[in-house]
């Protein structure tokens, strides 16, 4: 039998100071079944429904829409029924003063 790698929004390797290109959420595509609930935890609105893709169960994953607003709160990933999402922090140079 062939195992596959599961396919995942993964972010980008960043080098050091490259903030820019950080992405806080990894969403394991093929495990989430499109249910919206990350989306309606999520008060920033970064995340959607991405329906340019339909994964392997049929259905339309989640995606990070708007990195920027993230605030790596993983509110979406607490409420997540089948432990699709990974929240990452920001990099130092991201974070506000004081954070
Ligand atoms: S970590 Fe918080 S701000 Fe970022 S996508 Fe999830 S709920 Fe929204
Ligand atoms: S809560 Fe989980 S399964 Fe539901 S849409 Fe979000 S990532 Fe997918």
Known sequence: MTMHAPLVDAPPRRLPGDAQSFRPVLVAMERCKGCGLCIDACAPGA?????????????HPARLAKPDACTSCAKCARMCPDAALSIFAPPAAARPMGA
């Open 47 to 59: 995340l959607e429904l991405d329906m340019s893709h339909v994964n392997a169960m049929g259905h």
